[in-house]
């Protein structure tokens, strides 16, 4: 197999994101889960999210945005009473980090209406990797906006001033690397070819690291004491894009807010590594490229990391619990009171998917992240006060 004779795969041959994973791993040995999930959701050419929109009952999964416009409406009152505390600093970007179709920024730029000077000093900023989704943000957005719209790959392209930043479902498409413990130690878990598998149709599995270097090294010291076969997630690339924000909010005046699903108080051991498919589980190693991957995002160590870079940090608070205190019962009720009665029906199904504790209420969570001094801790953003 020398050179990767066997394998078909020369582009534009019918290869797929496996074959080439496949050659690599043949080339260069077993891969990190990260870098493995980092080609599966974002290789250029065959990475789930670069050819496809997977949103919605026809796709592979419903976000928050995409269930109601009451989501993105209230993130929209947050933004904008964030921006009015925050001293109204004039001209400012209005960022958003993985915007999917655009449904969250339209529905929250509506709600800022309420403030007309929110809207009139925002440049939306996206940062979007997707070409397929870049062009649905554009079809979404830029009749509200035209020219105040920019696109960006990275965080880092957004220019330097005053920011009001929005994440929703971003932090948990980000690598994570997993490490496991065995009676050895603790050892990287890596993506190798599994013997199983052929050249034409190739198949994945976990191995383990052989001489347990970056396994001992990523894992937290709160950590380090777990039983033998734990797997514990460590997600480097959340952390610097958290970080990142931090830097931005510690440069100017502003505030973010991250939603995600994950862990309020991480570190915890675990394998939540999971991907979907037709708004069903799949096995996570099958046909990269083909399915969503996510993982629960350690929100601890996002705010950490955010406080790294010099921001401060408010909650979290579960999802169900900040659109309560935001209003979201009210404006169901206001929605309902002009709507058909099978329109009611939605707007109430609606809404308890979203604050439902078996549904998204618990499991979501948000945290939110401001300039130094910006809130003082008795009068933190809307939402995030302590009960
Ligand atoms: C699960 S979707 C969430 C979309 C949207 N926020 C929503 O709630 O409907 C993740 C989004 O992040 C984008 N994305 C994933 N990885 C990215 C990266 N490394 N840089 C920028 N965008 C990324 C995807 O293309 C997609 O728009």
Not at 350 to 377: E, H, T, V
Request: charged share 20%; proline share 8%; aromatic share 8%.
């Amino acid at each position: 197999m020398a050179g990767g004779e066997g394998i078909p795969g020369a582009p534009g041959n019918g290869e797929t994101l496996a074959h080439l994973l496949a050659r690599r791993i043949l080339l260069d040995g077993p891969l990190s889960v990260g870098a493995f999930m980092a080609e599966a959701l974002g290789h250029p050419r065959l990475g789930y999210y670069m050819r496809q929109d997977p949103f919605g009952v026809g796709g592979d999964f419903t976000t928050a945005p995409e269930i109601s416009q009451m989501f993105g409406e209230l993130v929209g009152l947050w933004c904008a009473e964030s921006w009015a505390r925050l001293g109204g600093p004039g001209p400012f970007h209005l960022v958003e980090v993985g915007p999917g179709r655009g449904t969250l920024m339209a529905d929250l730029l509506r709600a800022a209406a309420v403030l007309p000077l929110f809207r009139d000093n925002a440049t939306v900023h996206l940062v979007e990797t997707s070409p397929v989704l870049r062009e649905r943000q554009r079809q979404t957005l830029q009749p509200l906006l035209g020219d105040a719209l920019r696109w960006h790959d990275r965080l880092e392209e957004v220019p330097d001033g005053p920011t009001i930043l929005v994440a929703n479902e971003f932090f948990d498409a980000l690598p994570i690397r997993q490490v496991q413990k065995t009676a050895h130690g603790w050892f990287e878990r890596l993506v190798d070819i599994d013997p199983a598998g052929s050249a034409e149709e190739p198949r994945f599995r976990f191995v383990l690291e052989a001489f347990g270097s970056s396994g001992s090294r990523l894992v937290p010291d709160a950590l380090r004491d777990q039983p033998d076969g734990s797997v514990v997630e460590v997600s480097p690339a959340s952390q610097a894009v958290a970080r990142a924000i931090g830097a931005r909010l510690a440069a100017a005046p502003g505030a973010a807010l991250l939603i995600d699903y994950g862990y309020a108080y991480g570190p915890v051991a675990g394998d939540t590594l999971q991907a979907v498919r037709r708004h069903a589980f799949a096995p996570v190693l099958d046909a990269p490229g083909e399915a969503d991957l996510t993982a629960h995002v350690d929100f601890a160590a996002i705010a950490a990391a955010a406080r790294e870079g010099g921001a401060e940090s408010f909650g979290p608070v579960e999802q169900g619990e900040w659109l309560c205190r935001l209003g979201i019962r009210e404006r169901a009720a206001a929605l309902s009171a002009k709507a058909t009665p099978a329109q009611a029906r939605d707007i109430r199904a609606a809404l308890d998917r979203l604050i439902d504790p078996a549904q998204m209420g618990r499991l979501f969570k948000l945290i939110a992240l401001a300039s130094p001094g910006a809130f003082a801790r008795e009068t933190p953003p809307a939402g995030f006060e302590t009960p």
